[in-house]
């Protein structure tokens, strides 16, 4: 029987830095509120909360599988 860990060194740095581009992804959707419920905010359906955000936080999905998907050659 192998005794393996089931994620290397590589393998858990990889998986934290898809974890940090996630992040990266939430951030870049945050912002855009008013404090008067009255007015319309235009800058909520701008291109970075509609278009770069979600592909940086599929992005690092992506990495995350990757990262737990992986294995080492022997």
Do not use: C, H
């Amino acid at each position: 029987m192998d005794k393996k860990p089931a994620l290397t060194r590589k393998g858990l740095k990889l998986l934290l830095a898809g974890l940090l581009v996630m992040v990266a992804g939430f951030i870049l959707m945050m912002g855009g509120g008013l404090t008067d419920p009255q007015t319309f905010n235009y800058s909520m359906f701008d291109f970075r909360r509609l278009v770069a955000a979600p592909v940086v936080i599929v992005a690092g999905v992506t990495v995350v599988i990757v990262a737990i998907v992986r294995r080492e050659k022997e």
